[in-house]
């Protein structure tokens, strides 16, 4: 393995190099049998074991949480497909490069918005979700001729950072870079030069703005919101939406930046804004989004 992937900010324990094997060995076994068969399969395996995960109590709280009005077999049946979608997603997100060589795999939907910012280059801000196959999003933005780098959280292992790094890195032409300070200023250089930025942006942020989300505040993450208004570019809201085994369609909207004067109000009704959108896109498939990470 190259140590130019080897992430500078961790050394490696015996534990990392024990894990690191088996996924090794799991990773290999997915890439040896065709796509549909390793989704199908590890969607199935991961909804077998769900009752044993210890999320998975966390998952029926927050579908309670989120759905009232539902009744309790309508919890734990989302909740148990919602096993199946990420066992899913984890075996496509190992093979990916299969899926880039599929384009007939994934459906852009968009009214145009993402070809015009690939002609007027003027740069964009991506925010999405943990929703359908959120690792297939970067591959209609390479149709389109967008050049993306890509924002993402670095795994605890080192090798497993490493080769996640590796598989992806055909997606992001701008490269992918694990969150940090420096991780900053390279993405504004990058999007005022022009390009696009993409990152996760609904997952619960400890300093984060309190806006409202399955009808209660949720402290979400400004810094998309921020980075658009700073550089004035377009603010596009993305999602993965699985119509059926590994054939998906990703939407792509255009959020309206606030026209409030206030500055940390501005930024406050936009970042509302994208998790207003958020919220009926997750509400539509409710068993395709990650419902293990506390929002609250």
Not at 173 to 192: C, E, F, M
Not at 251 to 266: N, Y
Request: hydrophobic share 40%.
């Amino acid at each position: 393995m190259s140590d130019r992937f080897l992430s500078k900010s961790k050394s490696p324990k015996f534990a990392h190099y024990f894990e690191y094997a088996g996924f090794r060995v799991v990773t290999a076994i997915i890439n040896i049998i065709p796509l549909g068969m390793a989704s199908f399969l590890m969607g199935a395996i991961w909804q077998l074991l769900a009752r044993f995960n210890k999320r998975h109590n966390k998952v029926l709280t927050h579908l309670r949480a989120a759905f009232p009005e539902r009744d309790e077999q309508w919890i734990v049946d989302t909740a148990f497909k919602h096993w199946n979608n990420l066992g899913r997603t984890f075996a496509e997100g190992l093979c990916i490069q299969k899926l880039l060589k599929r384009t007939d795999k994934v459906k852009l939907v968009s009214n145009g918005l993402m070809d015009s910012i690939a002609s007027d280059q003027r740069g964009a801000v991506l925010v999405s979700l943990h929703m359908g196959n959120w690792e297939v999003l970067a591959i209609p933005a390479l149709q389109t001729g967008l050049s993306m780098a890509g924002i993402y959280q670095r795994p605890t292992n080192p090798f497993v950072d490493a080769y996640i790094r590796r598989i992806r890195e055909p997606l992001y032409p701008g490269g992918l870079h694990a969150k940090s300070k420096k991780t900053v200023n390279d993405v504004i250089q990058w999007v005022r030069g022009g390009d696009t930025v993409c990152m996760m942006g609904d997952l619960r942020h400890p300093r984060g703005l309190m806006v409202p989300f399955f009808n209660a505040p949720a402290p979400s993450n400004p810094f998309p919101a921020l980075l658009a208004d700073k550089l004035q570019v377009p603010l596009i809201v993305a999602r993965s939406q699985r119509v059926g085994g590994v054939t998906f369609r990703v939407d792509a909207v255009e959020i309206m930046p606030s026209e409030c004067t206030d500055h940390d109000k501005r930024i406050e009704q936009t970042t509302a804004k994208i998790h207003a959108q958020f919220e009926v896109w997750i509400r539509e498939t409710p068993h395709q989004w990650m419902w293990g990470h506390r929002r609250r």
